[in-house]
């Protein structure tokens, strides 16, 4: 079922803490909700931890939005799920879809490149439908809520952080307000920054869901509202699934943005019996799909649910392949037993060579686990994506051609090289305000114009374009080695999988790889 279309569904119990159990009904819902991934520059990847138009055609899932409406049609609302990036869709035909659904509420995700534009399309919203109330979500309106809701003529209100029982709430008051609250029932909504005349008003935070099992399964959301084709992860075979059996990350790596604006650093838990049943909802809803990618910050950060889960997975004889996100200290006895359970690829967090730049971050490892690591993947058939990061404090040219060294030696399946990229809401972009590196009156480039990632700040020793220009040299000296375009040719050429996926992310990564690309993104 193609995004967009209109369905109205009521939660009619709960099984031994398992998902919730939908039947459609014919009543007239409570509230009609737009929910809007705002269009942007075209394949506009907002709901990735850094977002961009990708090098490789990366276009995540919007699993949070997705997670927000399961909840809202559990509540008895309807939705009209709209992916703009994902189908194509401007500005003028986006509101064209939410002016025939005459929403009530519309909830807009945000990410820090593409505020103006986010803000721009709930002004538009607002003119256009002048009784919806507008509200933004996700992390950038999480960490600076005050300035979104000063935007002239901009959103209603914000609902931060974790966000699905925020709305929930809100269209509950609205509901019962016929859309124009009183203060005091918006005062009562844990999590909701909003406007009161000219003043803005931040309630408490919501505490972080602790029962992720009374979360409905967002997979039954995808089924009738989006079209997984649309969506593609190089590091999953294509056609994927995106689901995650955690939320939060115990780790305190100063860069990386979910944990720090949307989930937090404390680690909760779906139980193994309720993933393993949306596991099995996701093999029979969609037959098209060829993985599941688990976007948990980090899968493997309790090693024994872990191997619960994929012991569960082969007791079920639940057979497909997957991919997660890991650290790069995990025991190769436990890769192992991924690997038995239908893994396929571990996307991993390796950053720098360099162990004074790794502790300055908080990263919790040292250079030489990343070589252990790669021996025990290889040892059992793992493929591994490995995650660089360029110009963090500390960085010089020469620490940074180290990365570079290590990350070719390493023998990945594949690289992303990035420039550090300071979100706010982040501790390292606190840092680079208070060192200077950052400008505050004057607004970021975080995207070149083609979309690509751009790098914000330099350092103590390099420049911005020091860095780009690192992160250029790193993708050539990795993706053009001839043993590696070897590598890659044998590996498409043994599985159909392979080669769609090699073909699809190829032939948009490969004039990145020409020298200059940097300078005519």
């Known amino acids: 079922m193609?995004?967009?279309?209109?369905?109205?569904?009521?939660?009619?119990?709960?099984?031994?803490?398992?998902?919730?159990?939908?039947?459609?009904?014919?009543?007239?819902?409570?509230?009609?909700?737009?929910?809007?991934?705002?269009?942007?520059?075209?394949?506009?990847?907002?709901?990735?931890?850094?977002?961009?138009v990708t090098r490789s055609g990366t276009l995540y899932l919007p699993l949070w939005l997705a997670s927000c409406g399961a909840v809202l049609e559990e509540a008895g609302h309807e939705v009209l799920f709209l992916d703009a990036p994902a189908e194509g869709l401007d500005l003028e035909r986006t509101l064209a879809r939410a002016t025939g659904f005459a929403p009530d509420l519309a909830v807009l995700d945000t990410s820090t490149p593409s505020i103006a534009a986010d803000l721009d399309a709930a002004r538009t919203i607002k003119a256009r439908l002048p009784g919806c109330y507008v509200v933004l979500?996700?992390?950038?309106?999480?960490?600076?809520?005050?300035?979104?809701?000063?935007?002239?003529?901009?959103?209603?209100?914000?609902?931060?952080?974790?966000?699905?029982?925020?709305?929930?709430?809100?269209?509950?008051?609205?509901?019962?307000?016929?859309?124009?609250?009183?203060?005091?029932?918006?005062?009562?909504?844990?999590?909701?920054?909003?406007?009161?005349?000219?003043?803005?008003?931040?309630?408490?935070?919501?505490?972080?869901?602790?029962?992720?099992?009374?979360?409905?399964?967002?997979?039954?959301?995808?089924?009738?509202?989006?079209?997984?084709?649309?969506y593609f992860n190089p590091n999953a075979a294509y056609p994927m699934v995106t689901l995650v059996t955690s939320r939060g990350c115990p780790g305190g790596c100063t860069f990386c943005l979910y944990p720090q604006t949307m989930t937090g650093h404390r680690l909760r838990k779906r139980s193994v019996d309720n993933v393993l049943e949306e596991i099995t909802t996701v093999l029979a809803d969609f037959p098209e799909a060829r993985s599941i990618f688990f976007e948990d910050d980090t899968l493997t950060a309790d090693l024994d649910r872990c191997l619960a889960l994929c012991?569960?997975?082969?007791?079920?004889?639940?057979?497909?392949?997957?991919?997660?996100?890991?650290?790069?200290?995990?025991?190769?006895?436990?890769?192992?037993?991924?690997?038995?359970?239908?893994?396929?690829?571990?996307?991993?967090?390796?950053?720098?060579?360099?162990a004074g730049v790794l502790r300055t971050i908080r990263k919790g490892l040292a250079p030489g686990a990343a070589r252990r690591f790669m021996r025990d993947a290889r040892a059992c058939g793992l493929r591994i994506h490995g995650c660089w990061m360029f110009g963090l404090p500390g960085?010089?040219?020469?620490?940074?051609?180290?990365?570079?060294?290590?990350?070719?030696?390493?023998?990945?399946?594949?690289?992303?090289?990035?420039?550090?990229?300071?979100?706010?809401?982040?501790?390292?972009?606190?840092?680079?305000?208070?060192?200077?590196?950052?400008?505050?009156?004057?607004?970021?480039?975080?995207?070149?114009?083609?979309?690509?990632?751009?790098?914000?700040?330099?350092?103590?020793?390099?420049s911005p374009t020091a860095i780009e220009a690192l992160c250029a040299l790193a993708r050539r000296r990795f993706y053009l080695r001839p043993g590696y375009l070897a590598h890659r040719l044998a590996a498409a050429m043994t599985s159909p999988d392979e080669l769609r996926r090699t073909f699809?992310?190829?032939?948009?990564?490969?004039?990145?790889?020409l020298p200059g690309a940097m300078a005519r993104s």
């Open 311 to 354: 012991d569960g997975i082969r007791t079920r004889g639940l057979r497909f392949t997957w991919t997660a996100n890991a650290r790069a200290d995990l025991p190769g006895a436990v890769m192992r037993r991924l690997r038995e359970a239908g893994c396929r690829l571990l996307c991993v967090g390796f950053e720098s060579a360099d």
């Open 395 to 462: 960085d010089t040219r020469e620490s940074i051609l180290r990365s570079i060294d290590l990350a070719c030696s390493l023998g990945t399946d594949t690289a992303q090289f990035y420039p550090v990229i300071p979100y706010p809401g982040t501790a390292i972009h606190a840092e680079y305000l208070s060192r200077g590196w950052l400008d505050p009156t004057t607004p970021a480039r975080w995207l070149t114009p083609a979309g690509n990632h751009a790098c914000v700040a330099g350092n103590e020793t390099l």
């Open 2 to 52: 193609l995004q967009g279309q209109l369905f109205v569904w009521k939660a009619t119990g709960k099984v031994d803490k398992g998902p919730t159990m939908l039947r459609q009904e014919s009543a007239r819902p409570a509230l009609r909700v737009l929910l809007l991934n705002p269009p942007f520059l075209p394949r506009f990847s907002r709901p990735q931890r850094s977002p961009a």
């Open 137 to 230: 979500v996700g992390p950038h309106a999480s960490a600076r809520p005050d300035d979104c809701l000063a935007a002239p003529a901009g959103p209603d209100a914000v609902a931060r952080r974790e966000y699905d029982y925020t709305v929930r709430d809100l269209a509950r008051v609205l509901a019962a307000s016929d859309g124009a609250p009183a203060a005091g029932a918006l005062a009562g909504i844990a999590g909701l920054s909003w406007r009161e005349g000219e003043a803005v008003r931040h309630n408490p935070d919501r505490p972080f869901l602790d029962d992720l099992d009374a979360l409905p399964f967002v997979s039954r959301f995808y089924r009738r509202h989006l079209d997984i084709r649309r």
């Open 504 to 513: 699809r992310a190829g032939r948009r990564f490969i004039r990145h790889l």
